[in-house]
């Protein structure tokens, strides 16, 4: 499968605890997106690297969640001391700007998610 | 911020009847407007994109129109077929400067009568 690739697929947790979800792109993607789905609403953005540098970071992104990206390939969210509200799917995507005349179009190809429950 | 209206957030048509999603955007920077489609459970699918200085695009069934100056862009669907039953998201980004996130819509959810 060479499609974004995401892991675990579904994780449930207990209110307090920590979790890492793992994302790894399209081979040769170097723009790496996480999104949060919840239920019934659109994906929101999170966070965004470049290579390994995260070059955009959403207010969403609260000082409990932590993105990285170390060499540039699969990137892991962390998120501590998780709370009900956290409860959502997290998305990931990949893109990789492609050259159309003047512009590109950096098409953004998203993964299955991890759906998070916390109880 | 930008910000992305949807509308409507149900629509129920006859198969082979059309169906028309409507969304409009607030920032008027944003250049790049990709639809996407998710079925329950999976993941969302690209199925067109527009850039601001197109102001239509068609592939087959689906079509894209974009109003700059009215900041609104929409998605058609002719012949409408049970398999694109599904909620379907409009997106807005400026995809060649910094602000390459996108910015989703609430979302459509289109069923399609056979």
Redesign the interface.
């Known amino acids: 499968d060479t499609g ?1 690739s995401q892991n675990p697929r579904h994780k449930i947790t207990k209110r307090g605890q920590n979790v890492t979800f793992r994302c790894d792109p399209i081979s040769e993607h170097n ?1 790496l ?1 996480w ?1 949060r789905q919840t239920l ?6 999170l966070t ?1 690297f470049q290579n390994e540098a995260q ?2 970071k ?1 207010r969403l992104l609260s000082d409990r969640f932590s993105a990285e990206r170390p060499k540039g390939s699969f990137s892991t969210l962390e998120i501590q001391r998780t709370e009900q509200g956290d409860s959502a799917m997290y ?1 990931c995507a990949s ?1 990789c700007p492609t050259p159309s005349g003047r ?11 991890t759906r998070l429950t916390v109880l | 911020g930008e910000n992305v209206e949807q509308h409507p957030s149900t629509l129920s048509v006859q198969e082979g009847d059309s169906a028309v999603i409507k969304c409009t955007y607030s920032d008027s920077a944003s250049n790049y407007f990709p639809w996407y489609k998710q079925e329950l459970g999976k993941r969302p699918q690209l199925i067109i994109d527009i850039r601001s200085n197109v102001g239509e695009k068609k592939d087959q069934r689906i079509a894209v129109t974009l109003n700059k100056t009215a900041k609104h862009f929409s998605l058609h669907i002719t012949e409408t077929q049970p398999e694109d039953s599904a909620v379907y998201f409009c997106a807005a980004s400026m995809a060649d400067t910094g602000r390459r996130a996108l910015t989703f819509g609430s979302g459509t959810r289109l069923q399609v009568q056979p």
């Open positions: 974004v723009r997106y999104y019934g609403q659109g994906p929101e953005f965004y070059l955009e959403s998305l893109s512009s590109s179009t950096d098409t953004q190809y998203f993964g299955p998610g």
